[in-house]
């Protein structure tokens, strides 16, 4: 069964602390996502690769940091630079190399506690 | 740089009436405009989406029209259900290549029994 698939779906990080949130996907997509929502918010972008071994930043990476060593992993770490990092996260991927080009697929997301 | 706009930020409607959520992109090499519902502590769910190609697209209660000249697009709903509810996403991207898709801040609707 296809699509993309994060980890864990709750975590706690205590003050000081790094975490990181896996994103995996079997779609063979190039192009990777994360995304930060704050309760009643919108998306907003962190970082995003379009291909391995490469990746951007979004618009607000302060307190992040990414890697994209293999073509279907894509994990986020939150740094303890991040100052509050409470809140939903959310990988995707797109499929631009097809003809119906850019679907966004979205993992189930993952939210993020500090105590 | 690359920007959405999205309003109303929150609508509210009787149930059965229609609801519209209107979108304007600033990048005129965008060609790709997708729709997304999200209930709450949920991922967000393609509804529908729009290339630049056509103007408008229908999918049984739910409609999209594009305007290319003016830059807008907007998300038809009729025969509003209390299902409808949720939080909804315009956003708009380029096709030619993986880039970067722009997310409009969302519209919270509310459909009133």
């Known amino acids: 069964d296809g699509g993309i698939t994060q980890s864990p779906k709750y975590l706690f990080r205590k003050e000081g602390q790094n975490v990181t949130l896996s994103c995996e996907q079997n779609l063979n997509h190039d192009a990777m996502y994360w995304y930060r929502q704050d309760p009643g918010q919108g998306l907003r972008l962190i970082y995003y690769s379009q291909i391995v071994n490469d990746f951007q930043k979004g618009d607000i990476a302060e307190g992040y940091s990414v890697s994209r060593e293999k073509k279907e992993s894509f994990p986020l770490t939150v740094t303890s630079a991040q100052k509050n990092p409470t809140a939903f996260y959310l990988c995707?991927?797109?499929?631009?190399?097809?003809?119906?080009?850019?679907?966004?697929?979205f993992g189930e997301g993952s939210w993020l506690t500090v105590v | 740089g690359e920007n959405v706009e999205q309003h109303p930020s929150t609508l509210s409607v009787q149930e059965g009436d229609s609801a519209v959520i209107k979108c304007t992109y600033s990048?005129?090499?965008?060609?790709?405009f997708p729709w997304y519902k999200q209930e709450l502590g949920k991922r967000p769910q393609l509804i529908i989406d729009?290339?630049?190609?056509?103007g408008e697209k229908k999918d049984q209660r739910i409609a999209v029209t594009l305007n290319k000249t003016a830059k807008h697009f907007s998300l038809h709903i009729t025969e509003t259900q209390p299902e409808d509810s949720a939080v909804y996403f315009c956003a708009a991207s380029k096709r030619s290549s993986a880039s970067k898709i722009i997310f409009g801040s969302g519209t919270r609707l509310s459909i009133r029994p």
């Open positions: 995707a991927s797109i499929d631009g190399g097809k003809i119906s080009g850019n679907t966004i697929y």
């Open positions: 990048d005129s090499a965008s060609n790709y």
């Open positions: 729009i290339r630049s190609n056509v």
